[in-house]
């Protein structure tokens, strides 16, 4: 049966539910699990605070461009390129989607007349958000080359929202795939949404992307010096077929990557390296009276935050996302 493991999960993004979690089924394979309001150890991610009234063992973990505050945390798993001992697993959102992850691989079929049925140059889909001004700037730019179709909220050409965003982005040939920001090791899944709608992406985000996806087979931004140099690249693909047809049946990953299976095993061991021990082997984070006091100060910012004017509005948005 496994060991019994009493776990909770806080800070989660509104909606979420545990037995539903990648986690969750992942620890069921070698272990019995019990959600507790008193757990030996505590999932969190980056949605609230709450996670400082638990005295446990504490793991981070994060989907978003963010690092792992290890004065806080026993262990994370997150998306920088970071090395700590046993404390630390990068572990990137486009895994977390199996079914996109195989279409993304399956790119040996597609020929010339796959070229000939796509009905637009290039595919846009964003809902309306505060990433950096890149995705709305190289829009422009490249919309000065051909026009670009905007199914999403963001910068919409159409008459609205088209709900069926891989339909969508499967009509195009190219897709504009950027990141919220640049960050090195920040990949979310944008990048193997458009691998998987089978057209050549033009990415922008992470600046070592090259260690993870094959550059041969997408237009890599960090590649060029300006703009101008990424767009005269894609204005050289669109119009060369041979060159296309290269990109599109090269694979997306090459390296070790390209086994899901292994990452999430690897996961696994992760995990396992932790609950296997007894909890009082596990616990990470110092005892010192200034890392103590540290939390302290940030339980005591996290309060005054939250009956604050932006910690009300802050609520009150999560409480209408949960909704939706």
């Not at 545990?18 to 069921?28: F, G, H, T, V, W």
């Not at 005295?55 to 461009?65: G, L, N, P």
């Not at 940030?298 to 009300?312: H, V």
């Amino acid at each position: 049966m496994g060991k019994l493991i009493k776990v909770a999960f806080v800070d989660f993004e509104p909606g979420f539910e545990p037995e539903k979690s990648l986690l969750y089924r992942m620890l069921l394979q070698n272990y019995q699990i019990e959600l507790s309001k008193e757990p030996d150890y505590l999932f969190y991610s980056n949605y609230g605070e709450k996670h400082l009234a638990y005295d446990c063992i504490r793991i981070f973990y994060t989907r978003e461009d963010i690092t792992p505050d290890f004065n806080f945390c026993d262990y994370a798993i997150g998306m920088d390129y970071i090395t700590l001992g046993d404390r630390y697993f990068r572990f990137p959102a486009y895994y977390l989607d199996r079914e996109n992850f195989a279409l993304m691989n399956d790119k040996s079929y597609f020929t010339s007349s796959n070229i000939r049925s796509k009905g637009s140059f290039c595919g846009f889909w964003y809902r309306q958000d505060e990433a950096t001004p890149e995705r709305e700037l190289f829009f422009q730019r490249l919309g000065e080359y051909k026009d670009i179709d905007s199914a999403g909220e963001l910068l919409n050409t159409r008459e609205g929202v088209v709900s069926e965003k891989q339909a969508f982005l499967s009509d195009c040939k190219f897709i504009i795939a950027f990141e919220e920001c640049s960050q090195p090791g920040y990949t979310s899944d944008v990048l193997m949404q458009a691998f998987a709608s089978q057209a050549v992406p033009i990415y922008w985000g992470n600046p070592f992307i090259g260690r993870e996806f094959n550059t041969q087979a997408f237009v890599n931004c960090h590649d060029f010096r300006s703009w101008s140099e990424v767009i005269e690249a894609v204005r050289r693909i669109d119009q060369d077929d041979e060159l296309y047809l290269k990109m599109m049946r090269a694979p997306a990953l090459t390296g070790p990557e390209r086994d899901i299976d292994r990452m999430e095993e690897n996961l696994l061991a992760f995990l396992s390296s932790i609950f296997d021990r007894p909890v009082e082997r596990a616990r990470r984070r110092s005892g010192a009276v200034a890392r103590r006091n540290f939390e302290k100060r940030a339980r005591t910012k996290g309060i005054l935050y939250q009956i604050s004017p932006l910690g009300w509005w802050d609520a009150f948005m999560r409480l209408k996302n949960k909704r939706r």
